[in-house]
């Protein structure tokens, strides 16, 4: 009996590295500062080596997910290398992109006509090892692309997000988590006048192998910030759990 439940706890732990998920003994080294929410996957480790599917169905939902994903990136990008970009109707401008430590040169760009288009050079990216992530519109992705999709992260170790449109289409996907991030009104400090930093509401929808559930992030120049509330009053945060404010 022992000896079947430990072969079973070995072809778990084998599934999840084979799914991008590292084992809780790699430590802080593998987090990439989102706080609770990457306790929400096995291990407490945000998964690289996986597909993140975003939800987007109206354009405040795209902007937002564009926001939360340069702050992704800004840590995926660390060690130099780039990222590609592909769409059909791409609304980011890249400039945007230093506002969250991201350089717009080392993105690649690649607008294209059509959907096909999009998921032929999705794949053929995401096969790149010398990339740290793809990026990906589409108004929809089928079970068949999604699986093509996974197998080859899992083989390149690169991330890949893909921005999917089309909320009526409740396609079946292998992504490893699926998201959806709206924009919440910016504070400013002090109740000061102008413009806050980025505020999401970031809801991890599913999380295979996890823990779903909604968090309120803000992007705070340098970092994610995670803002819980106590009553009415929001308390801000660092991801350590240190009260600032």
Request: proline share 5%; charged share 20%.
């Amino acid at each position: 009996m022992n000896a079947k439940k430990e072969l079973l706890q070995k072809l778990q732990q084998d599934i999840l590295l084979w799914q991008g998920f590292k084992p809780h003994c790699t430590g802080n080294a593998e987090r990439i500062g989102l706080g609770e929410i990457e306790n929400s996957f096995p291990g407490g480790v945000f998964p690289k080596k996986a597909i993140h599917e975003f939800i987007t169905i109206q354009p405040e939902h795209s902007a937002a997910s564009d926001g939360f994903i340069a702050g992704l990136l800004s840590v995926l990008m660390e060690n130099g290398a780039a990222c590609v970009w592909v769409s059909t109707t791409r609304n980011l401008f890249p400039a945007s992109l230093s506002l969250f430590n991201v350089e717009p040169e080392r993105i690649i760009f690649m607008d294209v006509q059509s959907e096909k288009d999009v998921l032929w050079i999705t794949e053929e990216a995401i096969k790149c090892e010398g990339l740290a992530a793809v990026v990906a519109e589409l108004n929809n992705v089928s079970l068949i692309e999604s699986r093509r999709l996974q197998l080859a992260v899992e083989t390149s170790g690169v991330t890949g997000f893909i921005l999917r449109k089309d909320g009526n289409k409740k396609a079946s996907t292998v992504a490893t988590a699926r998201w959806k991030v709206s924009p919440l009104p910016s504070v400013t400090q002090d109740g000061l006048p102008g413009i806050g930093f980025p505020r999401w509401q970031v809801e991890l929808l599913k999380v295979r192998n996890g823990n779903p559930g909604s968090f309120i992030l803000e992007w705070a120049g340098e970092k994610f910030e995670e803002i819980k509330k106590t009553g009415n009053q929001p308390i801000w945060s660092d991801l350590e759990g240190r009260q600032i404010g």
